[in-house]
């Protein structure tokens, strides 16, 4: 029974983002140009060398490919917004008098709107597969995809128990947007999005694998391209994307203990 509920969660979450698949198809199909923007620079980039770190140019494609797709189906995308949204218009009172979890029910519902984002992101891809095919070179190693599986669903949980922790904070901040907007120029940089990380040098590189932007898009990536290079290096990124997944939540369930006192001594 209890599943149940959020099961009807995801359903709602699902019914809910069909009615916006044009914006996500044609927000995927204006990141073709984004797609090709980037291949034109990292092209002029390797212009007259075959590799930079250790990668060639179509594996640098490969991944900036890969990151492309992975943002459509684990990013968070406007989940802390949504969050602030319902605690600023007094919705999160339904929950406080129901047996509904509420992280449990906005999860499941970014799991739906990922699912749907991400079905539809395939479409002009696959599209642009024929002139993007001959630039791809994924590894051919089985472990690297045993690995990203695990990590693919802890960056998923990871990127969206950050998103609601932003909107826990409209418990305490009328505006939560300048929070989010700059957590989102951190990630896109040091979770991966401009560059290939381990273009960093080398003592940067260490210490950006022990933040929690790194597994939030890059860690993934990496696997899925092959730029983590041996099977002990994932296990290690899985532990340390566990621990800040188990950290991330404790502070969720903490802000949401904190924020409803004094929401409740606010509203009476």
Not at 11 to 22: C, D, E, M, T
Not at 82 to 97: K, T
Request: aromatic share 18%.
């Amino acid at each position: 029974m209890s599943l149940a509920k959020y099961r009807h969660a995801f359903v709602l979450g699902l019914q809910g983002n069909l009615v916006y698949r044009w914006n996500f198809a044609v927000r995927a199909s204006l990141s073709l140009l984004h797609l090709a923007y980037v291949f034109i620079l990292w092209g002029a980039a390797f212009s007259g060398q075959e590799s930079l770190a250790g990668f060639n140019l179509s594996q640098t494609l490969t991944y900036f490919v890969t990151i492309l797709v992975l943002q459509f189906f684990i990013s968070a995308m406007n989940e802390d917004y949504e969050v602030s949204e319902e605690i600023r218009n007094g919705l999160i009172n339904q929950f406080l008098l129901k047996p509904i979890h509420y992280f449990s029910y906005r999860f499941s519902i970014f799991v739906a709107a990922r699912l749907v984002s991400g079905s539809l992101a395939l479409i002009p891809l696959l599209l642009a597969l024929p002139l993007l095919w001959p630039h791809l070179e994924y590894p051919t190693a089985t472990w690297t995809y045993v690995a990203a599986v695990p990590a693919l669903i802890l960056s998923a949980f990871l990127q969206f128990t950050l998103a609601y922790c932003f909107g826990l904070l409209t418990f305490w901040f009328l505006e939560i947007q300048s929070f989010i907007i700059l957590s989102l120029a951190v990630e896109t940089i040091l979770g991966g999005q401009v560059f290939p990380l381990d273009l960093l040098p080398a003592p940067l590189y260490e210490l950006s694998s022990y933040l929690p932007y790194y597994y939030q898009m890059y860690f993934p990536a990496a696997l899925l391209t092959g730029r983590i290079a041996t099977p002990e290096a994932a296990i290690q990124g899985l532990g340390i994307q566990l621990f800040w997944v188990l950290a991330l939540y404790g502070v969720a369930q903490f802000l949401w203990l904190r924020g409803l006192r004094r929401h409740t001594a606010v509203g009476g």
